[in-house]
T-cell receptor
Framework: DGGITQSPKYLFRKEGQNVTLSCEQN?????MYWYRQDPGQGLRLIYY???????QKGDIAEGYSVSREKKESFPLTVTSAQKNPTAFYLC????????????FGQGTRLTVV | EDQVTQSPEALRLQEGESSSLNCSYT??????LFWYRQDPGKGPEFLFT???AGEEKEKERLKATLTKKESFLHITAPKPEDSATYLC????????????FGQGTRLTINP
């Protein structure tokens, strides 16, 4: 089945630690996105990538980093510089920038302990 | 600034009681409007895309409509399985095509 796989489903981070969230898609989509969702708020764009080896900052990129070395993969690293990382993280992909509202993964819930 | 506002924040209905959810937007250039359904702890599931005022789309008990300032998601004779958070997003161009999301409406259908 085609789709987007995010792992892990739950992640716990200690203060000062970097963690990496995985996002893999087998839809052959060019564009991939990372969003953050907090309770009672809409999704906010962290980073996006339109093509392999290229990515751009979204609205809340501070404290996060990404890479896009393969078309299928777009991992997100939450660094120790992110002051409030506890949130639900969602990865999405689309066939192209013309159609940004396509498919979402099932999310990773990150909690700082 | 591009903004999307959904109302109400939460809505509780009895099974079979029809109603509508609202999504109002202020954007510099609407490229499309999207509706999603999100179940607790899951990713959003795409429902509809609307591109121009007057456009309507239907899926089972749901119908989405679009005007120049807002969109409505009408739910007819809802069932408990329609309980979810419904998200609205607008597609805008800000250096690249992006989605701007509303905060969602949490819908509960009581049997």
């Amino acid at each position: 089945d085609g789709g987007i796989t995010q792992s892990p489903k739950y992640l716990f981070r200690k203060e000062g630690q970097n963690v990496t969230l995985s996002c893999e898609q087998n839809l052959n989509h060019d564009a991939m996105y990372w969003y953050r969702q907090d309770p009672g708020q809409g999704l906010r764009l962290i980073y996006y990538s339109q093509i392999v080896n290229d990515f751009q900052k979204g609205d809340i990129a501070e404290g996060y980093s990404v890479s896009r070395e393969k078309k299928e993969s777009f991992p997100l690293t939450v660094t120790s510089a992110q002051k409030n990382p506890t949130a639900f993280y969602l990865c999405a992909s689309s066939a192209g920038q013309k159609y940004p509202g396509a498919f979402f993964g099932q999310g990773t819930r990150l909690t700082v302990v | 600034e591009d903004q999307v506002t959904q109302s109400p924040e939460a809505l509780r209905l009895q099974e079979g009681e029809s109603s509508s959810l609202n999504c109002s937007y202020t954007v510099s250039g609407l490229r499309g409007l999207f509706w999603y359904r999100q179940d607790p702890g899951k990713g959003p599931e795409f429902l509809f895309t609307l591109y121009s005022a007057g456009e309507e789309k239907e899926k089972e008990r749901l119908k989405a409509t679009l005007t120049k300032k807002e969109s409505f998601l009408h739910i007819t004779a809802p069932k408990p399985e329609d309980s979810a958070t419904y998200l609205c997003a607008v597609q805008v161009y800000q250096g690249a095509q992006k989605l701007v999301f509303g905060q969602g409406t949490r819908l509960t259908i009581n049997p």
